[in-house]
């Protein structure tokens, strides 16, 4: 009963390299998001995934890409790191029918840090 | 454009004392509201969600919150408060049509410090 999965738990990176978060679900649903976590700022959106094929961005997703891989996986890049990513990332799912209310079902985050 | 506010940082109640934790939000539908928990270094937990209906939501752990429409306010409370309640409270709405996805927008969050 994994839920949402996310790799790695913990990261550091060098300012100018490259990473991919990895995220997968096993609860069969449609979409799939990436948030970043601040301390003071909440939970801000970066990248979401309506349906698989599918990718809008968020409210902050300068610097970031995404791949919806499959239905189960959605991955997070980031080309070129910059102290400013420095984030706590988590992945979430949902399924969203009519008149539900899509909560969102979360990952244990993948800890970001940008030297 | 839809958002949340949770006017305090942190809440400070002693163990056995009710509790609030205060939301208010902006959507320019219906709302669909949510109260989330985190621990420490963990994922977040949903708790509860008002969708429509009875303003008195009842959640996990004891919690509940009242629904306000005229003052835009999802509050969480707890009766009785628990040490084992201390984490970050995370408010979140998103209007009830946002074509496929759930986007949810979330406060910046309440610490709650329960103390014996």
């Not at chain 1, 979430?92 to 985050?109: C, D, I, M, Q, V």
Request: charged share 20%; aromatic share 12%; glycine share 8%.
């Amino acid at each position: 009963n994994a839920g949402v999965t996310q790799t790695p738990k913990f990261q550091v990176l060098k300012t100018g390299q490259s990473m991919t978060l990895q995220c997968a679900q096993d609860m069969n649903h449609n979409s799939m998001y990436w948030y970043r976590q601040d301390p003071g700022m909440g939970l801000r959106l970066i990248y979401y995934s309506a349906s698989e094929g599918t990718t809008d961005k968020g409210e902050v997703p300068n610097g970031y890409n995404v791949s919806r891989l499959n239905k189960r996986e959605f991955s997070l890049r980031l080309e070129s790191a910059a102290p400013s990513q420095t984030s706590v990332y988590f992945c979430a799912s949902s399924e969203l029918r009519t008149r539900e209310s899509g909560e969102l079902f979360f990952g244990e985050g993948s800890r970001l840090t940008v030297l | 454009a839809q958002s949340v506010a949770q006017p305090e940082d942190q809440v400070n109640v002693a163990e056995g004392n009710p509790l609030t934790v205060k939301c208010t939000y902006s959507v320019s539908g219906n709302p669909y509201l949510f109260w989330y928990v985190q621990y420490p270094n963990r994922g977040l937990q949903f708790l509860l969600k008002y969708i429509t209906g009875d303003n008195l939501v009842k959640g996990s752990y004891g919690f509940e919150a009242e629904f306000n429409k005229s003052q835009t306010s999802f509050h969480l409370k707890k009766p009785s408060a628990l040490v084992s309640d201390s984490a970050l409270y995370f408010c979140a709405v998103r209007d009830m049509y946002t074509g496929t996805a759930s986007k949810l927008t979330f406060g910046t969050g309440t610490r709650l410090q329960v103390t014996l």
